[in-house]
């Protein structure tokens, strides 16, 4: 039943491209080493190239992708389920969202000790339980919501980085179609609201350093920028502070949010940094010292740590949270913090229960899970992990006895395939050519992806690799963006690269398709289900 809408949606996934192809002109230029002189010239044109003008364009092409990939995301979301009843993880987070949304928000009963994350993940699954109930559908919504909402997102950030409407089209393209974002949407897992929050957090970013640097433009052309040798006040910075929101719900969700909120406030200070080098500002790094540091302290430290907190707001107004009223009977009242609220207190132990748990969620040597995966084999996919399966009477559909149903998280090989290409020419692009916009996709991927090699010995599952998918949809993109050419090259060289651009998107497309049975479920045979299986490594 699920073949169809995929190929179905072919046809629209290169209509709206091929839209964007045709009123696409705007120039895909990096800050330094390959503008032309004129840019070069004059500091507020070395601010940064302006905005698309297609504005209008711009939105309809997101828009109508987005809904393409909300359609894709929830085609038959609610299959499968084992009886009846959540599959794989989700059997730890769709329970504790069923208590969440009994209680008012908090869970009440450990389960085994696995309450190991904040609640707002499971706050977000038990939202779609309520408008559906306790089923497929329900534990799965928001998360395919969330999923829907990063093919908008990517679409707009792929759009704002390269300075055209085709190559955010196909950035939005791409995401629909890498198979860790799709499953992970359609799975009632916290992962993919990591993804989502982590996203968010890094789009927002990329606008206020457009908007930094149109503030810093005017001043240029103002002639007011030598009126310190600091440069100017920048003013409040709104989307700073929503990149700062983003980052505490990322919290929220999983404790790996903490290395967004480190890395992505560095990121921020480095944007400023060269905002104000780019502008002639007499001292730089003194005038971001002085004028920017501490707001973005606030906004990129402070604001994410309030945000984290009033994620608990239901486990701080409960009465039989887990752990809540420790301090007093599991914590003694005395203590060196003890101007610090009983509450706050009780989270701290709560929380070192918790970091207890994961420093003891070891790989067992004699028995490790069957598809457990280290992250050295992420970039590519090399270790996928089996959600679900079912065979014989159990998978009915394929016009056979011996039917198989899997759900496998996968990357599609035509994205994940190309990670060593692509993150290499993207740091070679960022140090090399100093192009920012590599330098940052680069960075958000290693901000997701470094901290699992601290601790080599714990248990990891390729979905801990969610949040990387956009990322490395982003460098991708900007490479294909390479390809294409931007306004300087002729008809001729534009022609090639859009012909190699779209038979590359193409592939992905016809690969994503290939892959859709094992991606939702959807039964087949034997054969086909080997078929599917391409390395031993998927076995």
């Not at 085994?112 to 559906?132: D, M, N, S, T």
């Not at 534990?139 to 300075?163: K, Q």
């Not at 014989?392 to 006895?401: Q, T």
Request: glycine share 12%; net charge neutral.
């Amino acid at each position: 039943m699920g073949q169809p809408v995929a190929t179905e949606g072919v046809d629209t996934l290169f209509a709206v491209t091929a839209v964007a192809a045709e009123l696409d002109d705007r120039p895909s230029w990096p800050e330094h080493g390959d503008e032309p002189a004129a840019i070069k010239r004059d500091p507020a044109d070395r601010l940064g190239p302006p905005p698309p003008t297609d504005r209008l364009r711009g939105w309809l092409v997101a828009l109508e992708l987005a809904v393409l990939g909300g359609v894709v995301r929830m085609w038959n979301l609610g299959a499968p389920t084992d009886k009846g009843t959540p599959v794989f993880d989700e059997k730890h987070y769709v329970p504790q969202a069923a208590q969440a949304l009994r209680n008012g928000g908090y869970e009440d009963n450990p389960g085994y000790e696995l309450v190991v994350h904040p609640p707002l993940g499971k706050q977000l699954i038990a939202i779609g339980e309520w408008i559906f109930g306790y089923s497929g559908w329900g534990w799965r919504f928001t998360s395919a919501l969330a999923g829907t909402l990063c093919v908008l997102m990517i679409v707009r950030i792929g759009r704002r980085l390269t300075r055209s409407t085709l190559l955010g089209a196909i950035a939005g393209v791409l995401l629909i179609c890498d198979g860790v974002s799709h499953v992970q949407a359609r799975m009632g897992m916290l992962d993919g609201f990591l993804a989502t929050f982590v996203l968010a957090a890094f789009g927002c970013l990329v606008v206020d350093r457009d908007q930094v640097r149109q503030r810093l433009a005017r001043a240029v052309r103002e002639g007011r920028i030598g009126d310190s040798d600091w440069g100017p006040r920048l003013g409040l910075r709104w989307w700073r502070l929503a990149g700062g929101v983003s980052a505490g719900l990322a919290c929220g969700v999983k404790w790996s949010g903490v290395y967004v909120v480190i890395g992505f406030g560095l990121l921020s200070i480095f944007w400023d940094v060269t905002a104000r080098r780019a502008a002639n500002v007499r001292h730089p790094m003194l005038g971001t010292l002085l004028r920017d540091v501490v707001p973005a302290f606030w906004a990129l430290a402070v604001l994410p740590v309030l945000v984290y907190l009033g994620t608990w707001w239901a486990w701080f107004g409960s009465e039989t949270g887990i752990d809540r009223y420790a301090v007093g009977t599991k914590v003694g009242e005395q203590s060196l913090f003890w101007f610090v609220p009983d509450a706050l207190r009780s989270l701290w132990y709560y929380s070192g229960h918790v970091l207890e748990f994961h420093s003891h969620l070891l790989t067992p040597k004699d028995k490790p899970h069957p598809w457990e995966s280290k992250p050295w084999g992420w970039p590519i996919s090399y270790r996928p992990m089996l959600y679900y399966i079912e065979t014989g009477a159990g998978a009915p559909g394929c016009g056979r006895g011996d039917c198989v149903g899997a759900v496998m998280l996968i990357g599609t090989p035509a994205l994940w395939w190309l990670a060593p290409v692509a993150l290499p020419f993207a740091a070679w692009r960022a140090l090399g050519r100093a192009d920012w916009r590599y330098g940052a996709v680069l960075w958000a991927y290693l901000i997701g992806y470094l901290p699992w090699f601290v601790n080599l010995d714990r248990q990891m599952y390729f979905f801990y690799a969610t949040p990387l998918a956009p990322f490395l949809v982003l460098a991708i993109t900007l490479g294909l963006g390479e390809i294409l050419g931007g306004a300087r090259v002729g008809p001729e060289r534009r022609s090639t690269g859009l012909m190699v651009v779209a038979c590359y998107v193409g592939l992905v497309v016809a690969n994503f398709i290939w892959l859709w049975p094992i991606l939702t479920g959807d039964p087949i045979t034997p054969g086909h289900w080997q078929a599917e299986l391409w390395l031993p490594s998927w076995r």
